[in-house]
């Protein structure tokens, strides 16, 4: 268990529909970052949020969004669904400046009929 | 640019072989390396990591690596793979740029009996 948790595990969604999902980081860790696998296109950085801030964006679709809250959960939103967008969805956490070990939780798989 | 090349997408092991999985990456000054592992359905763990000192690194669950600056390699051993070892193995070096990671396609690893 690497302390950082998601929520939902599974969701199936429509197509034109918006899903958020939820981040907890490991206790004490400021960073986080979320990623899409899918197996087409492997592990995919999408944004890294430090402290309530924006710090860097990766292959982030327009119609996806993120933010991380003053306790430090985050929250990625994905509007307008399309099928392609059917993956699995990561997010990871580091205490922050200074440190590159990523912490993993067990992701989010994200359906879209 | 900054970049991980693993060069096989899928390798076979006997249970009870010896394993190495390759890993190369481009990189001006002295990397930060990681391996991380991924059980099917599962988030990433990081299995081992290298930041200096001596090139060769023990890790999680019977796991080593080797540092070759000459080659740019950093490719991950063990001596002896159980089913349990079963998986897919990421390399990922660190970058300069928001302590983010730079992740290779991924090796799936499938034991024979």
């Known amino acids: 268990d690497s302390g950082v948790t998601q929520t939902p595990k599974h969701l199936i969604t429509a197509t034109g529909q918006r899903v958020t999902l939820r981040c907890s980081p490991r206790s004490g860790d400021l960073s986080v970052y979320w990623y899409q696998q899918s197996l087409d296109q492997g592990l995919q950085f999408l944004i890294q949020y430090y402290n309530g801030e924006e710090r860097a964006k990766g292959n982030i679709l327009e119609r996806f969004s993120a933010q991380q809250f003053p306790d430090l959960h985050s929250e990625l939103n994905l509007s307008s669904l399309e099928l392609g967008d059917s993956a699995l969805y990561f997010c990871a956490s580091t205490p922050g400046q200074g440190f590159y070990e990523q912490y993993f939780g067990p992701g989010t798989r994200l359906t879209v009929t | 640019a900054q970049s991980v090349t693993q060069p096989d997408i899928h390798i076979t092991v006997s249970e009870g072989a010896s394993l190495e999985l390759r890993c190369n990456y481009s990189?001006?000054?002295?990397?930060?390396l990681f391996w991380y592992v991924q059980s099917p359905g599962q988030g990433l763990q990081l299995l081992l990591k290298y930041f200096s000192g001596d090139t060769l690194v023990q890790g999680i669950k019977g796991f080593e690596a080797e540092f070759k600056r000459s080659q740019s390699s950093f490719n991950l051993r063990k001596p002896s793979v159980h089913w349990s070892d079963a998986a897919e193995y990421f390399c990922a070096v660190g970058t300069d740029s928001n302590y983010q990671l730079i992740w290779g396609a991924g090796t799936k690893l499938i034991i024979k009996p």
């Open positions: 990189y001006g000054a002295t990397p930060y």
